[in-house]
């Protein structure tokens, strides 16, 4: 994309009624606690995506699920703005997108205000796991927005990344619901797995890559 382009797309974001832009990393935003009431006006339950990028899975899972809402989440705004364009064009209600660093999702949501988090093909951080959105350090973020029960899930490319989670998992000794290691393969009748695909994703098929999932929980259920 041209830097024209670029410039155009964030301006244009930035007016956008369903994106909603970050405050100073050590402010709360007003919707704290009140995306149902303040922003959705209904109290259906919340999904996450993070890094979401063009925000495929956010608009992909709100047309198919009309009675949850979704917020897409990146800091990079040209990218949003192809999800929230979408949205917007095609009158899809219960869809937002958030420019803010996911590392302050604190600052966004309260405790047990999400159900639902999507990871779809986050960096895989080769030398710097920490950064990982699946490292203990994101986990613990997480535990402070999500719902007893609530489940994360991991859709990526790298193995090293997949390994990862994997490894963490067991470290924590967290439960796993799912795990397809290989997608395409051993599960093409998933449909929210194979049908939804993101612009990232669709570049490391096209590279032949294989495609991982796992989806797990912080906490068992409460009853
Ligand atoms: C590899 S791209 C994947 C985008 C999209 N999920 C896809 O599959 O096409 C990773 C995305 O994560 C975003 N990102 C990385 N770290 C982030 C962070 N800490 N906070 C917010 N966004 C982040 C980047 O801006 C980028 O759009």
């Known amino acids: 994309m041209s830097n024209k382009n670029k410039t155009g797309r964030i301006a244009e974001v930035n007016r956008f009624s369903n994106v909603i832009q970050y405050v100073a990393f050590e402010d709360e935003h007003e919707l704290k606690g009140k995306w149902s009431s303040g922003e959705f006006g209904n109290s259906n ?20 699920y009309p ?9 990079k705004g040209p990218r949003i703005w192809v999800g929230a364009k979408e949205a917007l064009d095609k009158s899809i209600q219960n869809v937002r997108f958030l420019r803010a660093f996911i590392d302050h999702l604190e600052n966004y949501f309260s405790k047990d205000e999400v159900e639902e988090i999507w990871i779809p093909f986050s960096d895989p951080y080769l030398k710097r796991p ?28 790298s193995k090293v990344l997949y390994d990862y989670t994997l490894d963490v998992i067991m470290r924590e000794d967290l439960n796993v619901i799912t795990r397809i290691d290989d997608v395409y393969r051993d599960a093409p009748e998933h449909e929210l797995l194979t049908s939804i695909q993101t612009y ?5 098929l ?8 796992v989806a797990f929980q912080l906490t068992p259920e409460m009853v």
């Open 45 to 64: 339950p919340l999904t996450l995506e993070l890094a979401c990028g063009k925000g495929e899975y956010t608009v992909g899972l709100a047309k198919r």
């Open 67 to 75: 009675e949850r809402n979704f917020v897409g989440i990146d800091i």
């Open 130 to 157: 920490k950064k990982r959105l699946t490292s203990p350090k994101f986990l613990n973020i997480y535990r402070n927005v999500l719902k007893p029960g609530g489940i994360i899930h991991l859709k990526t490319d």
């Open 200 to 204: 990232y994703e669709k570049m490391h």
């Open 206 to 213: 096209k590279e032949g890559k294989t495609i991982h999932y």
